[in-house]
């Protein structure tokens, strides 16, 4: 399920850290699922400006979606891991970050 960073923090203050993990291809995203399904742990996944050109924006917007689709039970937020103003602004419109 994709949530807001706040409201991971909100449930984590006091009790737990939340991981964050960059990734940049399918290969990571599937092994990034995988391991956090199995912890049950939340955690955010967080897309850089670069990878955004290395791997496309909407290839990393979709495996997000589909994530989410195929790990059900895996709790994340997406995270723009430094970006312009410009990116930041892309991000938003996606409606998936």
């Known amino acids: 399920m994709i949530v807001t960073t706040a409201e991971l ?3 984590a203050y006091g009790h737990y850290a939340i991981g964050a993990y960059n990734i940049n291809n399918l290969e990571q995203t599937m092994g990034l699922f995988k ?3 199995e912890s049950k742990a939340p955690f955010i996944v ?5 990878a955004r050109s290395y791997t496309h924006k909407l290839m990393l917007e979709s495996m997000m979606q ?3 689709k195929i790990f059900p039970d895996a709790v ?4 723009l891991d430094h970006g312009d103003e410009e990116t930041c602004m892309d991000c938003i419109a996606s ?3």
């Open 76 to 79: 994340f937020a997406v995270h």
């Open 9 to 11: 923090f909100k449930h």
């Open 95 to 97: 409606g998936v970050y």
């Open 46 to 50: 967080q897309l850089s400006k670069g």
């Open 66 to 68: 589909t994530a989410d």
């Open 35 to 37: 391991g956090n399904v």
